[in-house]
T-cell receptor, first 113, second 113 residues
Framework: GAVVSQHPSRVICKSGTSVKIECRSL??????MFWYRQFPKQSLMLMATSNEGSKATYEQGVEKDKFLINHASLTLSTLTVTSAHPEDSSFYIC?????????FGSGTRLTVV | QQQVKQSPQSLIVQKGGISIINCAYENTAFDYFPWYQQFPGKGPALLIAIRPDVSEKKEGRFTISFNKSAKQFSLHIMDSQPGDSATYFC????????????FGPGTSLSVIP
């Protein structure tokens, strides 16, 4: 089946620094990818829809200048958390749609100290 | 309109028993209803999915029942096993338009020996 690879799986960064998370579709092309955020014991909340070759579409309340999304190719989307603060600590998950349906990455645990 | 409701929030089932999770939606444009299983620290994995033109779909021990008129669908896990202990999310999307997946709040299932 379709595989979405997400890296890193865990990252710890200092407050004020930026962190980049990569999401790759390994065996299929994805013109659209999705970025979710999940707090402990809560559901996945969609942050933005990433479109290859164009600007991402952000959900209401998500700061586009803080969460930069780049979808430069049909197999790669990146999420950069800029000037990270402790409240940005969360589990970030990407997803891409394939013929198998929506496939999710394994997630990135971001801890900002 | 975009919300997907899910109950119960948590569920404890004896090994060998039947686990039942219920979901409801409002948006009649939804045409794809997947169920995801998520283990701690991992991304969600597709368990089973159904289209609204089918009333029931079974894959192994997992069955989705779909009631289009009531806008409700449910997941039944037969012969529940301790390895099924995880968080389950129902979801909905408009697959034909590559629309985002909207997740229910989740159900934490514990299967006890």
């Amino acid at each position: 089946g379709a595989v979405v690879s997400q890296h890193p799986s865990r990252v710890i960064c200092k407050s004020g620094t930026s962190v980049k998370i990569e999401c790759r579709s390994l065996d299929f092309q994805a013109t659209t990818m999705f970025w979710y955020r999940q707090f402990p014991k809560q559901s996945l909340m969609l942050m933005a829809t990433s479109n290859e070759g164009s600007k991402a579409t952000y959900e209401q309340g998500v700061e586009k200048d803080k969460f930069l999304i780049n979808h430069a190719s049909l197999t790669l989307s990146t999420l950069t958390v800029t000037s990270a603060h402790p409240e940005d600590s969360s589990f970030y998950i990407c997803s891409a749609r394939s013929t198998d349906g929506y496939t999710f990455g394994s997630g990135t645990r971001l801890t900002v100290v | 309109q975009q919300q997907v409701k899910q109950s119960p929030q948590s569920l404890i089932v004896q090994k060998g028993g039947i686990s039942i999770i219920n979901c409801a939606y409002e948006n009649t444009a939804f045409d794809y209803f997947p169920w995801y299983q998520q283990f701690p620290g991992k991304g969600p994995a597709l368990l089973i999915a159904i289209r609204p033109d089918v009333s029931e779909k079974k894959e192994g021990r997992f069955t989705i029942s779909f009631n289009k008129s009531a806008k409700q669908f449910s997941l039944h896990i037969m012969d529940s096993q301790p390895g099924d202990s995880a968080t389950y999310f129902c979801a909905a999307s408009i697959r034909t338009s590559y629309d985002k997946v909207i997740f229910g709040p989740g159900t934490s299932l514990s299967v006890i020996p």
